[in-house]
C-alpha cells in the first residue's frame, strides 16, 4: 500500500533533471571564475603586493597623475561628442523616412568590427606628418597625430556607436506618436527634443553614456598608435600602465590598473542598476 | 471652420495612398471618415492635421490656402489613436502643455493656465486625476485626456483618428456621447477616422465612405444607409 | 517614378541631424578608412599582395584567425550554456554571474592583458597550478586562446539570452507531449531556434578577437612565426616608420572586417527570414 502523505514524485516536462541543472550551474560558476573573476582578484592582490602605501605612492608619481588626468580630460571630450553624434542619428534614422538607411547603420556598427590597431592606422595615415592633410595642419601648428586631437579621434572611432546604437532600438520602439502630439500642440522642434523626447531616451542615453565612457578610458590598441606614448604629454592610464609593466614595475602597473578596474566594476553596478530599475526604457533588456 | 480638401493626393514610393480626392467640410460639422484599414482615411486625417505632407492638391481653410502651413501654425486639435499622453507627465502637465509652448508674449499666466486645465477636467468630466500619470489611468480616461489636451490649446478644429478603437464596447458608448457633447458645446469642426460604420452612423452629421485611396460616397448617414452609391459602399454598411 | 531620396516630413530637425550624423561619420570613420584604403590603391593589388605574402605576415595573420576561431567557438559553447543557466535557473549569486559575463566589455584591455599574464604565467597561481602537469600557457598559444576566449565571452551569451526570454514555453511542452525525452526537445527544438542568435554572437567573437591587441599582447610572448598576432605586426611596422607595409597588413585586415560585417548582417537576414526574428 502506498502512503497516501507522500509527495507524488513529478517531473516537470520543461526542466532539465536535478542533476543536470546542477552541473550546469556549477559549470557557469567555474567556467566565469577562472575566466573572469580570477583575472579582476589577481588585479587588486598584485597592486597591493606591497601593501596599500606603496600604490598610492606610485599612483601619485607626477606621470601617474598626469596620465589620469589626460584619460578624464580625453573622456570628458570625446564622449558628449558622441553622445551628441548619438541622438543626431538615432532622430535622424527613426524620425525620417530615407533610403540607404540600413546601410547608414551599418556604417555606424562599422568601428565595432574594425581591429583597434587599424583604427589607429587609419588615422595615422589621413593626419599623420608625411600625409597631405596631417602635413599641411603641422606646418600651420596644429598636430593631430603624436597629440592630444588624434588621441581623442582614435577615441571617438573605437566608441563611436556605443550611444546611438542603444538609442536607436529605444526610440523605434516608442514610434513618432509623442512628438506628432507636442508638434499638433505648437511645440517647436527643440522644445519638442527637450521636453518629450529627452525625458523618453535618458535612461537609456545613460546607459550608451555609461558604456561609452568605460571603453574611451580603457582603449588601448588605437591610442597606442597614435598618441606615441611620451611621458607626461600623450600617455594615457592604458599605456602607461603598459609601459611600467615592461620596466618591471609591477606594483605600479597594476596600481593604475586597479584604478581602472575599480571604474569597471562602478561602471557595471551603475549598468546593472539602470538595468533593475530601468528594463523597460533599454534597448538591451527589452530586446524584439 | 469651413475645411476644403481639393485634389489632395499622397503617393508612398510607388503606391498611392490617396487618389486625388475632395471634399468640402461645412464649418461646425461632426464628420466621420469610414473605411477599411488601408482605405486612405488616416493620411487625409493627418494631411489635414499638418503631420503628413500631400503629393499634390491643396487644403483651405475659411477659404485661404492652408497647404504650406507647419504642425504648429495649423492649431489642429489631434487626438492620436494610440493617444500619445507624454508617459513622464502628470495628466494636469499633459494638458498644460501646448499652453506652456506658447511664445512668452501670448502664453497665459501660470495662474490662467491652472484655471484653465481645472476647466478642461471638469468639462471631460475626471475633475480630481490632475496629478496623476498616464500609466495610472484606464483607457477610456486616457481617451478623455487626451481629447482635453487636444482642447486645450484653443483649436480651430478637432482631428480625431479611431478615437474609440482600443476601448471596450460600453466605455466606448459612453465616450461617443461625450464627444458629441463636447462637439455640440465647443461648435468645433470635427473630423474622425473609424472602421466601425455603426459608430459614423450614429455620431456624425457627416459620413465620408473611403476605400483605397477614393472617396466612394458622401452623404448623410440615413442617406448613406438608404442609398448607397457603389456596391462596396453597399457590402461596406451591410457588415 | 522612383522613391524620393528622403520622405518630406513634418518632423523638426531634418537638417541638423542629418548634417551632424553625416559630418561625424564622414570625419571620425569614413575618411580615416578611406585614407588606409586610398594609401591602398596607391601600392596596388601587387604591392599589397608582395608585402602581405612573407611568411611572417602569413604566420601573424593565420595565427590570428585559427585562435580567434577557435576561442569563438569555445564561447559559442559556453556562452550558449551561460545564457540558458542565467534566464533558466534561480539560484543563489545568479545576478553576480550575470553582471560579471560583462566584465570583459567593461575591464580596459590592457588591464585584462597584464593580470591574465600575472595569472597564467609560471609563477602566477593558475600558471603554476598548469606547469605542474607540464602544460605551459603564458607566452605560448594557449595564453592569446585564453585572452582572446576573455575578449569575446560577453557576445554569445548576451545575444542567446533575450532569444531564450522568447521561447515560450508551450513550445516545450508540445515537444513533451509528443514524446519526446527532454534531451531531443533541447536538441531538435531549442537549439535550432537559437542557432542564429548564436551565430551571431559566434560572428562578432570572432571579429572581436581577430582584431584585439591589449589584452593578448602581454600574455602572447610575441615571438615571430609563433605568437606573434597581425596587429602586433602592424604597431612593429609603424614604429619602424615602415607606413606602407603597416597599411598593406591593414588592409589584409580591413577586408577580414568587412567580409565578417557582410557574414553577420546576411546570417540577420536568414534567420529573419526563417524565423521572424534575430
Given at each position: 500500500?502506498?502512503?497516501?502523505?507522500?509527495?507524488?514524485?513529478?517531473?516537470?516536462?520543461?526542466?532539465?533533471?536535478?542533476?543536470?541543472?546542477?552541473?550546469?550551474?556549477?559549470?557557469?560558476?567555474?567556467?566565469?571564475?577562472?575566466?573572469?573573476?580570477?583575472?579582476?582578484?589577481?588585479?587588486?592582490?598584485?597592486?597591493?603586493?606591497?601593501?596599500?602605501?606603496?600604490?598610492?605612492?606610485?599612483?601619485?608619481?607626477?606621470?601617474?597623475?598626469?596620465?589620469?588626468?589626460?584619460?578624464?580630460?580625453?573622456?570628458?571630450?570625446?564622449?558628449?561628442?558622441?553622445?551628441?553624434?548619438?541622438?543626431a542619428a538615432a532622430w535622424f534614422i527613426t524620425k525620417f523616412d530615407f533610403r540607404g538607411k540600413a546601410f547608414l547603420i551599418?556604417?555606424?556598427?562599422?568601428?565595432?568590427?574594425?581591429?583597434?590597431?587599424?583604427?589607429?592606422?587609419?588615422?595615422?595615415?589621413?593626419?599623420?606628418?608625411?600625409?597631405?592633410?596631417?602635413?599641411?595642419?603641422?606646418?600651420?601648428?596644429?598636430?593631430?597625430?603624436?597629440?592630444?586631437?588624434?588621441?581623442?579621434?582614435?577615441?571617438?572611432?573605437?566608441?563611436?556607436?556605443?550611444?546611438?546604437?542603444?538609442?536607436i532600438p529605444?526610440m523605434i520602439e516608442q514610434g513618432r506618436a509623442e512628438e506628432e502630439a507636442a508638434l499638433t500642440l505648437g511645440a517647436s522642434g527643440w522644445r519638442t527634443f527637450?521636453?518629450v523626447t529627452?525625458?523618453n531616451?535618458?535612461?537609456?542615453?545613460?546607459?550608451?553614456?555609461?558604456?561609452?565612457?568605460?571603453?574611451?578610458?580603457?582603449?588601448?590598441?588605437?591610442?597606442?598608435?597614435?598618441?606615441?606614448?611620451?611621458?607626461?604629454?600623450?600617455?594615457?592610464?592604458?599605456?602607461?600602465?603598459?609601459?611600467?609593466?615592461?620596466?618591471?614595475?609591477?606594483?605600479?602597473?597594476?596600481?593604475?590598473?586597479?584604478?581602472?578596474?575599480?571604474?569597471?566594476?562602478?561602471?557595471?553596478?551603475?549598468?546593472?542598476?539602470?538595468?533593475?530599475?530601468?528594463?523597460?526604457?533599454?534597448?538591451?533588456?527589452?530586446?524584439? | 471652420m469651413h475645411i476644403e480638401i481639393d485634389e489632395i493626393s499622397k503617393q508612398f514610393g510607388t503606391t498611392a495612398a490617396l487618389n486625388p480626392v475632395s471634399l468640402s467640410i461645412p464649418s461646425g460639422a461632426l464628420v466621420a471618415l469610414l473605411g477599411p484599414s488601408g482605405s486612405g482615411k488616416t493620411t487625409l486625417l493627418r494631411i489635414l492635421g499638418g503631420l503628413e505632407f500631400p503629393t499634390s492638391g491643396r487644403v483651405r481653410f475659411d477659404g485661404q490656402d492652408a497647404t504650406g502651413l507647419t504642425v504648429q501654425e495649423r492649431r489642429a486639435g489631434f487626438v492620436f489613436q494610440s493617444y500619445a499622453l507624454f508617459?513622464?507627465?502628470?495628466?494636469?502637465?499633459?494638458?498644460?502643455y501646448g499652453?506652456?509652448a506658447?511664445?512668452?508674449?501670448?502664453?497665459?499666466?501660470?495662474?490662467?493656465?491652472?484655471?484653465?486645465?481645472?476647466?478642461?477636467?471638469?468639462?471631460?468630466?475626471?475633475?480630481?486625476?490632475?496629478?496623476?500619470?498616464?500609466?495610472?489611468?484606464?483607457?477610456?480616461?486616457r481617451q478623455?485626456?487626451a481629447l482635453?489636451r487636444a482642447l486645450?490649446i484653443e483649436p480651430r478644429m478637432l482631428l480625431l483618428d479611431e478615437p474609440f478603437g482600443a476601448l471596450?464596447?460600453?466605455?466606448r458608448?459612453?465616450?461617443r456621447?461625450?464627444l458629441?457633447?463636447?462637439h455640440?458645446?465647443t461648435?468645433l469642426t470635427t473630423v474622425f477616422v473609424t472602421h466601425d460604420q455603426e459608430e459614423a452612423m450614429q455620431l456624425a452629421d457627416l459620413v465620408v465612405v473611403m476605400s483605397m485611396g477614393r472617396i466612394e460616397q458622401i452623404g448623410k448617414p440615413?442617406d448613406i444607409q438608404?442609398r448607397p452609391a457603389t456596391p462596396f459602399v453597399r457590402e461596406f454598411i451591410a457588415a | 517614378m522612383g522613391r524620393p531620396l528622403i520622405h518630406r516630413s513634418p518632423m523638426p530637425g531634418l537638417g541638423l541631424s542629418m548634417g551632424?550624423t553625416l559630418?561625424?561619420?564622414?570625419?571620425?570613420?569614413?575618411?580615416?578608412?578611406?585614407?588606409?584604403?586610398?594609401?591602398?590603391?596607391?601600392?596596388?593589388?601587387?604591392?599589397?599582395?608582395?608585402?602581405?605574402?612573407?611568411?611572417?605576415?602569413?604566420?601573424?595573420?593565420?595565427?590570428?584567425?585559427?585562435?580567434?576561431?577557435?576561442?569563438?567557438?569555445?564561447?559559442?559553447?559556453?556562452?550558449?550554456?551561460?545564457?540558458?543557466?542565467?534566464?533558466?535557473?534561480?539560484?543563489?549569486?545568479?545576478?553576480?554571474?550575470?553582471?560579471?559575463?560583462?566584465?570583459?566589455?567593461?575591464?580596459?584591455?590592457?588591464?585584462?592583458?597584464?593580470?591574465?599574464?600575472?595569472?597564467?604565467?609560471?609563477?602566477?597561481?593558475?600558471?603554476?597550478?598548469?606547469?605542474?602537469?607540464?602544460?605551459?600557457?603564458?607566452?605560448?598559444?594557449?595564453?592569446?586562446?585564453?585572452?582572446?576566449?576573455?575578449?569575446?565571452?560577453?557576445?554569445?551569451?548576451?545575444?542567446?539570452?533575450?532569444?531564450?526570454?522568447?521561447?515560450?514555453?508551450?513550445?516545450?511542452?508540445?515537444?513533451?507531449?509528443?514524446?519526446?525525452?527532454?534531451?531531443?526537445?533541447?536538441?531538435?527544438?531549442?537549439?535550432?531556434?537559437?542557432?542564429?542568435?548564436?551565430?551571431?554572437?559566434?560572428?562578432?567573437?570572432?571579429?572581436?578577437?581577430?582584431?584585439?591587441?591589449?589584452?593578448?599582447?602581454?600574455?602572447?610572448?610575441?615571438?615571430?612565426?609563433?605568437?606573434?598576432?597581425?596587429?602586433?605586426?602592424?604597431?612593429?611596422?609603424?614604429?619602424?616608420?615602415?607606413?606602407?607595409?603597416?597599411?598593406?597588413?591593414?588592409?589584409?585586415?580591413?577586408?577580414?572586417?568587412?567580409?565578417?560585417?557582410?557574414?553577420?548582417?546576411?546570417?540577420?537576414?536568414?534567420?529573419r527570414?526563417?524565423?521572424?526574428?534575430?
Amino acid at each position: 500500500m502506498s502512503d497516501a502523505s507522500s509527495p507524488v514524485p513529478f517531473h516537470s516536462a520543461t526542466e532539465e533533471a536535478p542533476v543536470a541543472r546542477w552541473l550546469l550551474i556549477g559549470l557557469a560558476f567555474a567556467g566565469l571564475s577562472i575566466l573572469v573573476f580570477a583575472p579582476l582578484i589577481a588585479v587588486f592582490v598584485e597592486a597591493l603586493a606591497d601593501g596599500v602605501a606603496a600604490s598610492l605612492k606610485s599612483l601619485a608619481s607626477p606621470d601617474a597623475g598626469h596620465a589620469i588626468r589626460l584619460t578624464l580630460t580625453i573622456a570628458a571630450i570625446s564622449v558628449p561628442l558622441n553622445a551628441v553624434f548619438g541622438i543626431a542619428a538615432a532622430w535622424f534614422i527613426t524620425k525620417f523616412d530615407f533610403r540607404g538607411k540600413a546601410f547608414l547603420i551599418t556604417l555606424i556598427d562599422l568601428p565595432f568590427s574594425v581591429s583597434p590597431v587599424v583604427a589607429g592606422l587609419c588615422i595615422v595615415l589621413m593626419f599623420g606628418a608625411n600625409s597631405l592633410v596631417g602635413g599641411w595642419l603641422v606646418g600651420h601648428g596644429y598636430p593631430i597625430v603624436f597629440a592630444m586631437p588624434g588621441i581623442i579621434l582614435a577615441t571617438m572611432f573605437v566608441t563611436f556607436p556605443f550611444v546611438a546604437r542603444e538609442l536607436i532600438p529605444v526610440m523605434i520602439e516608442q514610434g513618432r506618436a509623442e512628438e506628432e502630439a507636442a508638434l499638433t500642440l505648437g511645440a517647436s522642434g527643440w522644445r519638442t527634443f527637450w521636453t518629450v523626447t529627452l525625458p523618453n531616451i535618458r535612461w537609456a542615453l545613460l546607459y550608451g553614456v555609461l558604456l561609452c565612457n568605460a571603453r574611451a578610458m580603457g582603449e588601448f590598441g588605437a591610442v597606442s598608435v597614435v598618441s606615441g606614448k611620451i611621458r607626461g604629454h600623450t600617455a594615457t592610464m592604458p599605456t602607461t600602465i603598459e609601459m611600467l609593466y615592461q620596466e618591471y614595475l609591477s606594483v605600479a602597473a597594476f596600481s593604475v590598473a586597479a584604478v581602472l578596474a575599480l571604474l569597471a566594476l562602478l561602471t557595471l553596478l551603475l549598468k546593472t542598476a539602470l538595468e533593475i530599475r530601468h528594463a523597460d526604457q533599454l534597448a538591451a533588456t527589452h530586446r524584439h | 471652420m469651413h475645411i476644403e480638401i481639393d485634389e489632395i493626393s499622397k503617393q508612398f514610393g510607388t503606391t498611392a495612398a490617396l487618389n486625388p480626392v475632395s471634399l468640402s467640410i461645412p464649418s461646425g460639422a461632426l464628420v466621420a471618415l469610414l473605411g477599411p484599414s488601408g482605405s486612405g482615411k488616416t493620411t487625409l486625417l493627418r494631411i489635414l492635421g499638418g503631420l503628413e505632407f500631400p503629393t499634390s492638391g491643396r487644403v483651405r481653410f475659411d477659404g485661404q490656402d492652408a497647404t504650406g502651413l507647419t504642425v504648429q501654425e495649423r492649431r489642429a486639435g489631434f487626438v492620436f489613436q494610440s493617444y500619445a499622453l507624454f508617459r513622464h507627465m502628470t495628466v494636469f502637465d499633459n494638458i498644460a502643455y501646448g499652453l506652456n509652448a506658447r511664445p512668452r508674449a501670448s502664453r497665459p499666466t501660470k495662474a490662467e493656465i491652472v484655471r484653465r486645465v481645472t476647466k478642461l477636467l471638469e468639462l471631460i468630466q475626471l475633475p480630481d486625476i490632475g496629478p496623476r500619470y498616464p500609466s495610472q489611468l484606464s483607457g477610456g480616461q486616457r481617451q478623455r485626456v487626451a481629447l482635453a489636451r487636444a482642447l486645450a490649446i484653443e483649436p480651430r478644429m478637432l482631428l480625431l483618428d479611431e478615437p474609440f478603437g482600443a476601448l471596450d464596447a460600453k466605455v466606448r458608448k459612453e465616450l461617443r456621447q461625450g464627444l458629441r457633447d463636447i462637439h455640440d458645446t465647443t461648435g468645433l469642426t470635427t473630423v474622425f477616422v473609424t472602421h466601425d460604420q455603426e459608430e459614423a452612423m450614429q455620431l456624425a452629421d457627416l459620413v465620408v465612405v473611403m476605400s483605397m485611396g477614393r472617396i466612394e460616397q458622401i452623404g448623410k448617414p440615413q442617406d448613406i444607409q438608404a442609398r448607397p452609391a457603389t456596391p462596396f459602399v453597399r457590402e461596406f454598411i451591410a457588415a | 517614378m522612383g522613391r524620393p531620396l528622403i520622405h518630406r516630413s513634418p518632423m523638426p530637425g531634418l537638417g541638423l541631424s542629418m548634417g551632424i550624423t553625416l559630418t561625424m561619420i564622414s570625419l571620425v570613420v569614413l575618411l580615416p578608412i578611406g585614407a588606409l584604403l586610398l594609401k591602398g590603391a596607391s601600392y596596388g593589388p601587387a604591392g599589397i599582395w608582395e608585402t602581405v605574402n612573407r611568411e611572417r605576415v602569413w604566420a601573424a595573420l593565420f595565427l590570428s584567425f585559427r585562435l580567434s576561431f577557435l576561442a569563438a567557438t569555445f564561447n559559442l559553447v559556453f556562452g550558449v550554456m551561460l545564457a540558458w543557466v542565467l534566464v533558466r535557473y534561480r539560484f543563489p549569486g545568479r545576478r553576480i554571474l550575470d553582471a560579471a559575463v560583462d566584465l570583459p566589455f567593461a575591464l580596459p584591455t590592457a588591464v585584462a592583458g597584464i593580470s591574465l599574464t600575472a595569472l597564467y604565467a609560471p609563477n602566477g597561481v593558475l600558471g603554476a597550478l598548469a606547469s605542474g602537469i607540464g602544460w605551459k600557457i603564458a607566452y605560448t598559444q594557449w595564453g592569446i586562446f585564453v585572452a582572446l576566449i576573455f575578449v569575446g565571452l560577453p557576445f554569445v551569451a548576451r545575444t542567446v539570452q533575450p532569444v531564450i526570454e522568447e521561447i515560450e514555453r508551450e513550445v516545450e511542452e508540445a515537444s513533451a507531449t509528443l514524446g519526446a525525452s527532454r534531451l531531443h526537445t533541447v536538441r531538435h527544438v531549442i537549439l535550432p531556434m537559437l542557432a542564429p542568435a548564436a551565430l551571431t554572437g559566434f560572428a562578432l567573437a570572432l571579429a572581436r578577437a581577430v582584431g584585439e591587441y591589449g589584452s593578448v599582447i602581454f600574455i602572447a610572448g610575441n615571438i615571430p612565426l609563433k605568437t606573434e598576432i597581425a596587429p602586433l605586426l602592424i604597431i612593429i611596422q609603424l614604429e619602424e616608420f615602415n607606413y606602407d607595409a603597416a597599411a598593406a597588413i591593414g588592409i589584409a585586415m580591413l577586408l577580414i572586417s568587412f567580409a565578417m560585417l557582410l557574414a553577420i548582417n546576411l546570417i540577420q537576414v536568414w534567420s529573419r527570414r526563417r524565423i521572424g526574428y534575430v
